[in-house]
């Protein structure tokens, strides 16, 4: 899945630098997240090349605005937003508006996800309502963290939660006759990165660290536990030695 730059977030300037600056740097925040392996369900964030002349907030256009990003990454990653990101339709068919601004970017994306910044009270929303010719619309719209969760089927967010009743960290557990339960002895938090790239085969997600492979099953919504699995099957296993881990 793609989710596009909001382009009519630069249509409201801002009143004030501080809270200008505030917005951009959480907008610069939640893109990183975006395109990071917390959310393997994105493909990219793509978006149009933004007007740097445009005003932004008071005597200040994108260009100063990109000036005045004293840190050196979060500039050049900001600056990477504003170019043409990919190809996204403009000037074809109906147009989304909102309070009185025109969006084909936004009309093109109707059915997927935007990325806001926070320049206006209804860019803080999860869903941006306007509307396409004279039926009301509404677009899914992340402009916080609070967003991740409301949309984290899309995103393809997992949670890790340890089950450390039956996957205990060093030794094989036996929990019922002739049963017995794979460790897991990654920290929790070692599992969670690790479960974040973890992929897709027959129905359940597997991934590789070091000398061992695991395997995360879901416990519920978008929480999961794992465990070591170092003998899934050839197939997985062909799999898995495809990807690079280390």
Known sequence: MQIAINDLSFEFPFHEERQMMEAVRKFIRVCRDLESDRCPGVERIVGIEIDKEKQIGPNCTVYHLIQRLTNRNERTYFLSLLKDRGKILQGQGIPFVYKGKKSF????????????????????????????????????????????????????????EANDVKHKKERENYYGKGKT???????????????????????????RKGIHNYTFQNTRDCIYHGYISDFPGDDILRELYRMKWD
């Open 181 to 207: 339960a794979s460790p897991m002895d990654l920290s929790d938090q070692e599992a969670q990165e690790l479960l974040n790239r973890a992929i897709w085969i027959k129905g359940r997600l597997y991934a």
């Open 105 to 160: 970017v936004c009309a093109s994306m109707k059915d997927e996800l935007l990325v806001s910044i926070e320049s206006e009270e209804g860019l803080k929303e999860p869903v941006l309502k306007g509307a396409m010719g004279e039926s009301e619309a509404g677009i899914s719209n992340i402009s916080c963290e609070e967003h991740f969760w409301i949309h984290r089927d899309r995103l393809g967010i997992r949670i890790y």
